[in-house]
């Protein structure tokens, strides 16, 4: 229910806060005292356009702002508001607050956190249905008129087996659209893939493996020249005449002779001993790096076509060849998703169809409960607005069915109404007069008060153009409707305005050489008064009938 409705600076109000109560509030006073403010700021609060005209001249900003006990609320509100990365806020509680400028700054809020005018509209779908001549209005939109004779055929259980299906069909066909592709691309993408996997499979490729092939061409692809240049050596340490091995040796006795001659010539000796040892290694060294090299021309040929290899599995996937293997292993996954494709199509063919099965079966029970409630729900519509000031109205339930179904089953249906005999019925949307329109919702609501799940109702000209026992009934409805939501109606009618659990007076006051809009909560004489006043005069039989009025309210007469 709404608490509280605070209002500043739209129109003829400056600064008004109004505290609300459970049932029926009643909002009267004389015509042009501001009572389309609470409306227009009710309005802003559902997300209905802002009219910067409407800020109060002097001022450059208006402010709207409402709390709603939510405790009672079915909609899934904490999960929306989390989903939309808005405040929880007190628990049972939600503060909506609106605020535009002259310069056309507009911004809202839900529980503090900034939102948009969107989110503003889905709330006020949950939270208020406004009847009048307003464009809130629920029962002019075929899904709710649809969901109006679910409700009163009792058809929840069933809707809910046709949400769940049909949530599993939407989700299967997006699967399925993921998956199409025509068969022109699906094989193109086929071979590229087959081939790519099968090239990178086919080359075995190892991450070190370039590495050890540099080394090994750099060696065998030098080789004729290592060899040559190790013969040189060779031959200038010990083959052919006067080589270094030679040499040593004369060295060697002349270093002897002169050791004879000298014995401190024994150091030369022993470092010519030491440099002659090395020679000879040096010499063994030689021969065995020699006895290694060899001229391998097919190995040579064999590491330049495999180098030449993975330089162009490079080029085509990637820089290195631990990027060309892993290239290869993604293209081997998107080669079994894509040749899977097939066997997922045909099973979501499968699953659709059983779906669909599923739904075609529910959805003739729907249809079929439907029509024959229709009779009943026109009846009892009927019934209610005869007690409304039409006897002898019709209303009608147009019901289409389709073979394509939809998120409510294959059914289409739109309310219609005759409001005097001898005329055809047409579509409720097309009522040309509100004050038509609102006792029609009246008398829906009543008849559907116990499944109607919008916990605060708001009527506006639901009086209009109707007499003292007519209003009697409408105050009645209207009393009968706030045992299980809370309604507020603004009202220029007595017998209507005596049935309020509570009642508002708005009114104009002049101050300071401006008009502003109040208003106050009526108790006792205060409210004997203003029912007087609405029944045309402040005198004594005015004031009896007004007392008259809130005795039989209150006795429920």
Known sequence: MLTTLRIKNLALVADLTMELTPGFNVITGETGAGKSVILGAINLIIGQRAD???IRSGTDSCSVEAVFDTRQLSAPLDSFLE???LDIGEPGELRIRRSFTSAGTNRQF???????VAILVRLGEWLVDLHGPHEHQSLLQPTKQLAILDAFSGLDTLRGKWDALWTRRRELLEERTSLVIDDVTYHQQLDLLRHQAHEIEAAGLRPE?????HTEFQRISNAARLIETTQAAQATLSEGDDTLMDRMGTLGRLLADLQRHDPGAVELMTVHVSAADALNELQSLLSRYFDRLELDPERLQELEERIDLLQGLKRKYGPTVADVMAFGEASREKLAALEGLENRAAELAMQLERVDRQLGEIGRELSTHRR???PRLSQSVADQLAALGFRQSRVDVEISTSETPSATGFDTCEFQFAPNPGEPPKPLRSIASSGELARVMLAFKTVLAAEDEVPVLIFDEVDANVGGETGQAVGQKLREIAKGHQVLCITHLAPVAAHGHSHYLVSKHVADGRTESRMERLDGPGRIAEIARML????????GHAEELLERAKEGR
């Not at 493996?209 to 092939?213: T, V």
């Open 52 to 54: 910067r005209t409407l």
């Open 83 to 85: 989903e939309n990365g």
């Open 110 to 116: 839900v529980n503090g956190s900034p939102t948009s």
């Open 209 to 213: 493996e370039e590495a050890e092939l």
């Open 372 to 374: 024959e409630a229709i």
């Open 536 to 543: 045309g005069g402040m005198s004594a039989a005015a004031f």
